[in-house]
């Protein structure tokens, strides 16, 4: 059941992304395949961290070299918890097909979180 709704999820948020972004089909939105859902997951989380990449550059440039040290610190200690985090999660389809999927969208929903939490120390620096 679990892995039904989410294909699901992944379909409905691919089409969604396709529609607002009005260029040419994404081929992620008509995916049918499990192949072809886990390169779509594995698309996503790449684009997460693209623009956590980003962020991160960001806060990094505003920030004193003492801060710079804390963040540096805090992202490796994010990584460890990001990556046991989402092989604890995908695991429990261990031997699956769909566990790449799984994988991917814990990377990618994990990284969209962080990026909002860098963006967030950005806002509260500019105040």
């Known amino acids: 059941m679990k892995s039904v709704l989410l294909c699901l999820t992944l379909i409905v948020v691919s089409g969604a992304y ?3 972004q009005k260029k040419k089909p994404d081929p992620c939105a008509s995916a ?9 997951a594995g698309k996503e989380y790449k684009s997460a961290d693209t623009e956590l990449n980003q962020v991160y550059q960001k806060l990094n440039s505003i920030l004193n070299d003492e801060e710079k040290s804390q963040l540096k610190e805090a992202e490796n200690a994010w990584i460890r918890y990001r990556d046991l985090k989402c092989e604890f999660v995908a ?6 097909s769909i566990r790449p999927m799984i994988h991917g969208l814990c990377l990618a929903d994990v990284t969209r979180n962080r990026t909002a939490e860098l963006r967030n120390q950005i ?5």
């Open 32 to 40: 049918q395949s499990q192949a072809e859902m886990n390169i779509c």
């Open 18 to 20: 396709t529609l607002a």
């Open 123 to 127: 806002k509260d620096r500019s105040q």
């Open 91 to 96: 695991d429990q389809y261990k031997g699956g």
